[in-house]
């Protein structure tokens, strides 16, 4: 009879090591745990929509600030150079003016009448540098076509090429604007002498030696 069990004894376990053990159930969670986890993703996507808000209104004022500061500029720039059609009408007056001075003979520049005038044309100096106007500076600088416009060339080989020998008529900038470029005259290289024509001949030409002289002439 012991014999007949243990076979009944080994073939419930083998059935029982065949046998699949049953799935763990799965963990449920509490109602409590769920509105938890609702209000965390609600937290985290109120914090990215703040986060994107606040992004959007550092952007909208940084435009508005420049935004504001060229409109500023603009103004400025119309301001300064909204007269730019006047000033540039009085600068002959400014001409005629220096031109006088130039020929007031040495005896008369100390009479009131002349002060006065003098007087008069330093009012204006001071109205239209206080507009922005200032001369360009030409009399020995090196000719720049963006300031100085020339009307003659001089050969001189004392002064490098491209030196301002005079200035003709002032210019005048108004700002950083050329309101009217200098007329100057401008020194021009001398061109290299040219070799002499004996010493290009005698650089050309071989040199030739005498004939020897033949025996029946020597004796």
Known sequence: MAEDAKPNEMQRETEAQETPQAAEPAPVSTP???E??????????AQAEAKDYLDQLLRSRADYANYKRRVEQE?????????????????????DFERAFLTVPSGLDKLT???????????????LEKEGLKPIQANGQKFNPMEHEAIAYEERADVEDGTILAEVQKGYKLGDR???PTLVRVAKQVPAAAPAAEEQAGAQT???EPPAESKQDAQ
């Open 206 to 208: 071989p040199s030739e």
């Open 113 to 127: 009448w002349v002060e006065g005038i003098a007087l008069v044309h330093r009012k204006l100096q001071l109205i």
């Open 75 to 95: 103004k400025q720039e119309l301001i300064r150079y909204g007269n730019a059609n006047l000033i540039a009408q009085l600068l002959p007056v400014l001409d």
């Open 178 to 180: 050329v309101l009217r």
């Open 32 to 34: 409590e745990e769920d």
């Open 36 to 45: 938890k986890e609702s209000l965390r993703q609600a937290l985290e996507k």
